[in-house]
């Protein structure tokens, strides 16, 4: 069974919350009684063994929204509101990110000059803003 914990809003220091959450998994393995043994695992990890279990999964045909994480507090549109802006918004992430990685790799090339480093720090920032 997985358990995935968080929300939108955690891991304002993913290292402290991953030592906390290995330091309670050891806890436990430790001292239950039960057969359960607890343990980090990555989402393709979790979806390999689901897999290999061969589980046929009934498929399901209902709307999920609105959803409500509290009696006056609905997600309604969260999927279909400005979907055009939400795209526009994944595309540039995606070529900011690419972009991100070009600077990264020609800033470690061995024979970068320290000019070039500094064309491409200003670059990069003049296409951030």
Not at 107 to 122: A, F, G, L, R, W
């Amino acid at each position: 069974m997985v358990i995935p914990f968080g929300c939108d809003f955690a891991y304002q220091n993913a290292k402290a919350d991953l030592d906390s959450t290995v330091k309670l998994i050891e806890y436990f393995n430790l001292h239950n009684t039960a057969n359960i043994k607890l343990q980090l695992s990555t989402p393709d990890d979790y979806i390999s063994a689901v897999k290999a279990e061969k589980i046929k999964w009934p498929t399901r045909y209902e709307d999920e929204m609105p959803y409500s994480e509290e009696s006056d507090d609905y997600w309604t549109g969260y999927f279909s509101s400005r979907p055009t802006f939400k795209k526009e918004i994944k595309d540039a992430s995606s070529f900011l990110h690419g972009e991100y990685e070009m600077f990264a790799k020609k800033v470690i090339q061995k024979n970068v000059t320290d000019k070039e480093v500094s064309k491409i720090m200003d670059t990069k920032k003049e296409m951030t803003e």
